[in-house]
């Protein structure tokens, strides 16, 4: 008997496969991705990777066909399976939303009382209804939702909206963001026997996730401006400063968060820092 295996479940097709495959690639875990395969091995690691269909995964893994499984946050909304979310990834950020043709006048949810909306995701449409003590005619459809106005099916869509280009195509306005969803890890039981696989893989994606949040920061500066210019990073820890070969100048080394990034860089410069350097980090441990 070989070692035991944690097994995933990942998109089948459609746009979280490519990016969820890309980040068990960066946590080092080469996995051969050949076209129409159902299952896959890692060979670096003892993880079995399960294409399946989108919907099917909360199921799967409620149901330990998968300890785990990748989907976005709004299909754990819709599926209510007795599962546990353990990681948001950061990628396939979009949002729920309600949309309407543009010539509507919509002045605001009431606007949607005894108007037909077509979705994909009811239970999240419902609970909005719900909240808003509203009531509409849902007409569940599992895809090509945004049409639905168009082609006199319905009055409203509630759906998916990333770049809002599909909104736009079909003459749509974006009027309620019911949630924000990404894609996430999400796990079922993990059996003892596989617990300390589960850690390391948990530990892995942390690292990732925790590089991709932060950059390298390499600046310029003249000596006398060091003392200010570190009261200005908010780096993990002291910045490493080391001197340059022209006299008078050194190198100040950091790592910061990138959203913070833009808030201090004009500060950085004023302050005298010059040939500045944001580098990506690979993997980060803390
Ligand atoms: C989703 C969603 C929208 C579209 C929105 O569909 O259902 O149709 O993306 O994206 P946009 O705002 O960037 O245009 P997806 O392509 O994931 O396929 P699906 O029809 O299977 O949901």
Redesign the pocket.
Known sequence: MGQPRLKIAIQKS??LQEDSLQMLKECGISIDNGKDQLKAQARNFPLDVLYLRNSDIPQYVQDDVAHLGIVGENLLVEKQKDIQKVLPLGFSKCRLSIAVPKEMDYAGPAWLNGKRIATSYPVALKGFLKEKNLTADIHEIS????IAPGIGLADAVC?????????FKNNLEEKEVLFKSQACLVAGNIPKKLEATYQQLIFRLESVLEAKNNKYLLMNAPNDKIEEIIKILPGMKSPTVMPLATEGWSSVHTVINEQKFWDIIGKLKNHGAQGILVIPIQKMIL
């Open positions: 459609g746009r895809g090509s939702v945004e759906d998916l909206v990333s770049s809002g280009s599909t909104l």
